[in-house]
């Protein structure tokens, strides 16, 4: 089962990863659009856009970049296709995944207003 992470949360578990020297990834999965629309700033975490439909051709491109065990936060508008994409990466042998739940919306009403809703 994928851990689900609020982004009023996200804070505190990045920081925890900084004890082991660790940076998490932000793994947005949004369309090119939406990310247009709104998106979030790097932060103490690495920010790497792949839209939902291109993943499974670039999982591999992922686990050789990043490793298995990277901390990864998946990312997208209300937490549903992000948590899809949780799935298909522990499934892939990824042991550090966790969705953000209620996406983007919930990021910018939980973490950091300036970033628009749509």
């Known amino acids: 089962m994928i851990a689900q992470l609020s982004p009023a949360d996200f804070s505190a578990w990045r920081d925890s990863l900084k004890a082991d020297a660790r940076t998490p990834v932000v793994l947005d999965v949004r369309e090119p659009w939406e990310i247009q629309t709104a998106s979030v700033t790097e932060d ?4 790497l856009r ?29 937490g549903m296709r992000s948590l899809q994409v949780a799935n298909f990466l522990a499934q892939s042998g990824f ?17 950091d207003t300036a970033v628009p809703l749509y």
Do not use: K, Y
């Open 44 to 47: 103490g975490f690495t920010l």
């Open 95 to 111: 042991s550090a995944v966790v969705n953000l739940q209620g996406g983007i919306d919930a990021w910018s009403r939980q973490r």
């Open 50 to 78: 792949i839209p939902m439909r291109e993943l499974p051709a670039r999982v591999e491109e992922l686990r050789q970049q990043w490793g298995a065990d990277q901390p990864v936060a998946c990312l997208c508008h209300h």
